[in-house]
Every structure is written in structure tokens, then in C-alpha cells.
């Protein structure tokens, strides 16, 4: 016993006092970046965000006004695209590796995945530049969001492994018992059971593509007109962005604040659903 | 005697050397539903059942006792190949299922597995499905369409385990919604709506309360007259109430099979006595 024990609890408090106040900076920290990014978002692009922002194309330069009515369109429509090709893909991947795949198999796929997870995006956009726009001769809606669906296939598949594995092995074992199929067991109980997740998955990575802007530089690469068909170029929020920032009009930049915002506000939207889904009991499956 | 004579293939030929012979006939004994030949059973290298051989009768209450890890469950899960799920399993021996391998070339577990259903320790009815779709959605996903019919199977599953009073206004309810007990009873339930002739059940009251237990095991006294009827207990005074014939397993080895009244008054073997006098276990 080197100190009394009144001492002792002094020292204890003391300790903790200090700890506490060093984690309470550190959650500060970590949150004042996104507070300060948001107000200064709204501030600075809420002003141009109106209906005509909603409704109309870009305007050529010098004539004040316009929208961003197609780079919204077209970001809507290299998600779907996107999707289209990550979902199947990706979830189909989930299921393997959860319920099909061999250790060793699985050992593999897994860190494929995890590696393909932390290619730079723009990676992503050079090879689809590589293997698709060459190949056809233009730039494409198509081009793009496969560049998109390439980034989702391995998130996708991660969280679906993870939700899938959730699963209890109790209801695999019952439904077999009852004379049901492997596969008909993994999509009708299986599946179904973990549904919010795979569906939470499916969510967040499309949200996290949905910003995504260097893919898109070599493949959708941006159209300030409506676009016709998936096989030409095709505007995105992210893009049309990128652009209008590094514009030397004034006008440009208040709307590349307001596009930010919409995209901003968009995926914050997407989050929250993920919120929804996750929280609320009703929804509660996992 | 001579009708089902000639409709089982293998008591056709024993008449053909009868009548060759002139020998008496003999009376026909029950078929089992089960003739278990020299089984043995790897996880691995590690070996849970060491060369079984037992015939399980038909439309009887079978019960296997043994202390824990004795390869009770093992012995069950073959009897519906489900043992095979886990991966690394090997089979030795013969599993005979009214007269067919189990193990043959070209049997398909799905459709063992729909003649040879399973109640399992712990209840667990499927999450996303409402009381009624847990009944039926062996039916369902087995191809069973029809709307009448599927409420015919409902109620007359529910009925038989013990449950269709208790449920009957509350058929859209999560299936999770009931009490422990009645969630088993639901589980079998559900066994039973695909119409196996065989339940196999591994420790299903060893998570209920006195009184749930005691419904189950009325509830297996009914069930005996329809269906075939295994079930593993590691409580020595269920398997007398429940069971006409027990098996005694002791590390992965039947010590000893007979009628549960003899068994349990006047055990052959020293083993299966230390073990239902307590001396271990
Ligand atoms: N999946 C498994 N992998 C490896 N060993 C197992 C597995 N399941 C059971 N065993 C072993 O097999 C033996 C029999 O197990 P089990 O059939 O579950 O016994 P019981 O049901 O009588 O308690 C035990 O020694 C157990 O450790
Ligand atoms: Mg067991």
C-alpha cells in the first residue's frame, strides 16, 4: 500500500475526469468536420437550390439560370444501371460464400473481395474505359454505371456473407428437415430471414456510389443535354459538380454548391431509411 | 395375411420356398421401420457411433438414453441423413428405411428427409412467417398450392399437436409470438403437416418448463398411433413414461435395446444399470 485509500479514489477520479474529457474532444472532432461541411453546403448552395434547379437543363454559359434537372435523371439512371449489375452479382456472391463455398474457397473469395474493396475507384473507371468505351468507340451510360456496379459487387457481397451468417443454423437444419431443397431452404428461409440486411447492404452501397465521381471522368463522362440513349455519354450530379467547380463563372459555382447539397441530402436520405430498417422493431429481423 | 403377402415383395419370395419346402409358414412380424446394420459414424477422425446394429420398430415410441456425448444425436441424424450437413461425416454400415438404403446411390436426402421428419431441442419456428405459414410452408415449398387444401392440413396438423385451440383466432401472429412451449408444439406442427411416417426428436422438452413438458409428451403418446416415433432424452424418467422400447448408448456404443419395462426393472447389462440406478451419467 503505497497511498491511503481516500488518496486512491482521488487519483481514480482524477484519471477519469481526464479520460472522459479527452474522448468527449475526440467525438467533437470527429463529428464537427461533417456539422461544419453541411452548414457551409447549405449556405452556400441553398440559395440556388429552387424548382428550376429541379426542372431545367444547364444553361450556356453567360445566361443566368438553368438546372441540373439531367445530371439528377442520369444519376438516378446509372444507379439503376448499377444495381442491376452489383445486386444480382454481388448477392449471389453473399450467398456463396455464407452458405456454398468451401473454406478454402471462401479463404480466397474473401480476400478478393476485401482487396477489390480498397481499389481507388478511379481504377474502376479506367478499366471499364479499357474494356467498354474503347471497345464500342463512345462514352455511355452503360459504361458508367457498370463502372458503378463493379465498386458495389464487393461491398454487396461482404454484407451479405455477414447477414447471411447471422442466420441461425436451427432454421437451415428445420427446413431441411422437412424434405425442402438446399436452395429453396437459402432463398425461402434463409434469405428471407436476413432480407433487412441483405437489403441494408444493398442500400449503403449505393450510397456510397452514388458520389462517386472519378469513375465516371472515363466512362459516362457527362452531357449538358438530356441524353437519348444508354449507348451516349449521360450527365451525374457528381460530375456535372466536378465540372461546374472548376469553372471560372460565379453562377456555376453557386449551382455546383446547390448539386452538392442535393447529392448530400440524398444520401443522408438513403442512410436514414437504412436507419428505418435497422431500428424500428417492426422491421427488426436481425 | 395372404394379401399383404403378396403385396411386399420380400415376404412374396419367403412364400414361393414356403410352398417349395412345405416348411409351416411363419407369422409375419411387423416390418421395421428401421434396421440399422453395423453403423458406425466419423466427424473426422473422431468416431461418435461404433458399429450399431438395431431394428427400430414401426408405429412404436422408441427412446435412446445415454449421458451426454454418447452419440445420441449423431445416432438420430442418420436415421434422416442430416448428420451429413456437418461437414467431414462418414457413414459405415446400413441404414434400412422400410426396406430401402438410406445410403444408396441416388437417394435423395430432400426426399428421406420428407418421410423421416425432425422436432429439434430448441424450438425454432421461422422468424419472417406468421403460426399459419410455419405449419404449411413445408407443403408450400414442397409444391403444394392448393388453398383448401393447405387450411385442411393447417387445422388437422394443428390439432393433432395439441395446439389448434390455443391458436385457432391467432393464425397471422408471428409464429415467435408463442410461449416456449408452445412454439415446440408448433415445431411439431410443422413436422407433421408434410405427412412423414417417421418423427425423430432430439431432447424437444429439455428447454420447457414441467408443464409444457408434460403436454409434449401426451402430445407423443397421440402421435405413436400415426407415426413411427424416436426420440432422444437424456431424462431417464421421460423415456419411461414416453417410450415402449429403449436403446442405451454409452460412448457411441447400443449397450443394450428392449422394451422400456424390462430395461428399466431388469437391465441385462451391468453398464445400463450403474447408468439408470445413477451411479453415473
Ligand atoms: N459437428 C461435430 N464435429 C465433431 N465432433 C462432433 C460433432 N458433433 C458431435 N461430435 C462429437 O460426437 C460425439 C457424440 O455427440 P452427440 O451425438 O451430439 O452426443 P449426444 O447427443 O449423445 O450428447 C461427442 O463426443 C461429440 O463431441
Ligand atoms: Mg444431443
Redo the contacts with the bound molecule.
Sequence with gaps: MQSTPGNNRRWRTIKSAIVSALSFIAAILVVAPLGFVFFHLVRSGAGAVNLSFFTQLPKPVGEAGGGMVNAIVGTAELLGIAALIGVPVGVLGGVYLAEYGSARSNRMLRFIADVLNGVPSIIWGVVVYGLVVLRFKSFSAYAGGLSLGLIMIPLIMRTTEEVLLLVPNGYREAALALGISRWKTIVHIVMKTASKGIVTGILLALARVAGETAPLLFTAFGNRFWNHSLREPIAALPLQIFTYAISPYEDWHRQAWAGALVLIVGIFFINIVVRLLTRNPAFRVL | MIETAVQSPNSMSQQVTDQGTHLPTVAPTEVPAFKVQNLSIW??Q?Q??NDVTIDIPSKTITAII????????????CLNRMHEL?P??RVEGKVLFQGEDLYGAGVDPAAVRRRVGMVFQKSNPFPTMSIAENVTVGLKLNGLRKRSLLDERLEKSLRMAALWDEVKDDLKKPGMSLSGGQQQRLCIARAIAVEPEVVLM??PASALDPIATMKIEELIGVLKSNYTIVI?T?NMQQASRVSDKTAF?YV?KLIEFNDTKTLFSQPKEKKTEDYITGRFG
Design positions: 466427424y473426422g473422431k461418435a457411433i445415454g449421458p451426454s456425448g454418447c452419440g445420441k444425436s449423431t445416432f438420430l441424424r456437418m467431414h461425416t432430439d431432447e432422444v437424456h448408448f457411441g
